[in-house]
């Protein structure tokens, strides 16, 4: 007998036909004997259309609203699984993140989760029950206010539900089997990991590979929890999903459990930055504090970097934020022009950040030149870099977004 927690994305149970399925698949790790604790999204397209409710009764709204509004999509998907499970003559109950609690703190709309009391549902799986919890939510407990933890963030909830009940394995079933070398949608050649170690794993999901959310990828690293990404558009009963052992899907794990590694593991790409440029700007001590301090100050990001040589004194700097910062960035420097002395500040929010990640290079010398070499070729022009121990990215014109994708995924060795 196991302890699982069972995580299900919103395609998972889009509709009402796709949660009996999730409740089969659910039925099985019950029938093998395991202590079942699911997490559900809510359905796919509602928290977009919840979103979009907010935004229209007012562009600009109280976040504590937004969370209570954007909150009520998982409500009634764990109701409903939960409801269809009973109706298969299992044993179960919904939880929303208040009743149990999941205790966040107080960053409406990215709220933190800082506490899972998983007490209730333990006590209750000796009966046999099964827990259905809402993802994405808690409750700021000195405020008694729902909170939500940003995108994605059902991945998040159900590992600290694994964390909070300690559970043997938790499996995140979603639309594909696994983590791939890139976005399978874009590249029909990715090839699926079997293992991926959480340092590369939280490089990919920051740098734009949206299957599991960045802060669900900490706390299994963390917390040590067994994560797997596996399928949930497989047959729930097929025979090989009855063995024990690990279940079919990509393992996020210590780099040390990687027998096998390649240079390079995987490419990932996010169209959310914008590039914003400040021309002709005086080069002197202290300049790049007097463009960077005001948007630290206005609480932007700012994340790739690059300086031109300067030329009679005078430098161009590049650098992207958020796409939905680019409009402050450009006013807070606005603000600071007279002060700075720059000539004009560009920019451009169709631009894409292409991500080549893998620990193999931290011991491989000229991974990044092929990538240069390989864009090149195919006439991508690159407008600004930047680089980790385990990381390349490039700015390029989003047109070519699934151009320089291909390109790289296969430079690289990784196309199936
Ligand atoms: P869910 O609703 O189950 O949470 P998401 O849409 O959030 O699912 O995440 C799954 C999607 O992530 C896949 O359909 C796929 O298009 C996308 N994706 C992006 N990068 C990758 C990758 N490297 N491997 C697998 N899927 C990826
Ligand atoms: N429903 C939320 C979202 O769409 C949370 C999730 O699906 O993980 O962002
Ligand atoms: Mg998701």
């Not at 509602?46 to 979103?51: A, I």
């Not at 990687?258 to 005086?282: L, N």
Request: aromatic share 6%; glycine share 8%; with cysteine.
């Amino acid at each position: 007998m196991a302890r699982l927690v069972m995580k299900f994305g919103g395609t998972s149970v889009a509709n009402i036909e796709r949660i009996r399925i999730v409740a089969r698949h659910v039925k099985r790790e019950v029938e093998a004997g395991h202590q079942v604790a699911v997490v559900v999204s809510a359905m796919s397209g509602k928290t977009n259309e919840l979103v979009g409710w907010c935004r229209e009764a007012a562009m600009l709204h109280d976040a504590r609203e937004y969370d209570s509004i954007v909150a009520s999509g998982e409500q009634v998907t764990s109701g409903l699984l939960a409801i269809v499970l009973q109706d298969m003559g299992i044993s179960a109950r919904s939880w929303l993140g208040w009743q149990l609690p999941i205790s966040t703190d107080d960053a409406h709309g990215a709220a933190r989760i800082l506490d899972v009391n998983g007490d209730e549902i333990v006590a209750r799986f000796a009966r046999g029950e099964v827990a259905v919890i809402a993802g994405f939510q808690g409750i700021h407990l000195p405020t008694g206010r729902l909170t939500t933890l940003g995108r994605g963030g059902s991945d998040t909830s159900a590992v600290a539900v694994a964390a909070g009940i300690k559970a043997d394995r938790c499996d995140i079933y979603t639309d594909v089997d696994g983590v791939y070398t890139t976005d399978p949608r874009i590249v029909p050649k990715a090839r699926r990991l079997e293992k991926v170690a959480f340092e590369e794993m939280l490089e990919m999901a920051s740098l734009g590979a949206k299957v599991l959310q960045v802060r669900s990828v900490e706390l299994a690293m963390v917390h040590k929890v067994r994560t797997f990404v596996r399928s949930s558009f497989t047959d729930p009963d097929a025979p090989e999903l009855k063995t024990a052992g690990d279940p079919p899907g990509t393992l996020i794990c210590d780099e040390e459990e990687i027998v096998e590694s390649e240079v390079v593991t995987g490419i990932a790409f996010a169209r959310d930055e914008a590039q914003v440029s400040i021309r002709h700007v005086p080069d002197q001590p202290g300049i790049a504090a007097n463009v960077f301090v005001p948007l630290a100050d206005a609480n932007i990001n700012v994340d790739m970097i690059v300086q031109n040589i300067s030329a009679e004194g005078f430098t161009d700097i590049t650098f992207t934020v958020p796409t939905a910062d680019f409009e402050r960035a450009k006013a807070a420097l606005a603000d600071v022009r007279g002060e700075i002395g720059f000539q004009s500040i560009e920019g451009a929010t169709d631009v894409v950040k292409v991500s080549i990640i893998g620990i193999g290079m931290r011991s491989h010398a000229g991974v990044a030149a092929r990538a240069f070499k390989a864009l090149s070729e195919r006439g991508i022009n690159i407008r600004a870099i930047s680089t980790s121990e385990i990381k390349i990215s490039v700015l390029i014109d989003a047109a070519y977004t699934e151009l320089a994708v291909r390109t790289l995924h296969s430079v690289y060795g990784l196309d199936a």
